[in-house]
């Protein structure tokens, strides 16, 4: 069975590429970046961090 992790929305402002992460347990974050590599790339890492580290699941995470 599919579980829905998050919800991505990735649009441009101005000569800003913006991302907005929507997670039912973290909340919402945005990412602004100057290029789409840049914002894919930090966007990658953010949920790399999310969903692989199990400390934060367990909240035993400094």
Do not use: W
């Not at 998050?6 to 970046?33: D, N």
């Amino acid at each position: 069975m599919e579980e829905n992790l998050c919800k991505i929305e990735i649009f441009k402002e101005g000569s800003e590429y913006i991302a907005r992460v929507i997670v039912e347990t973290e909340g919402t974050k945005e990412l602004s970046r100057p290029t789409v590599e840049m914002l894919l790339r930090d966007l990658t890492v953010d949920l790399e961090y999310m969903f692989e580290n199990p400390a934060r699941e367990e909240g035993t995470e400094p």
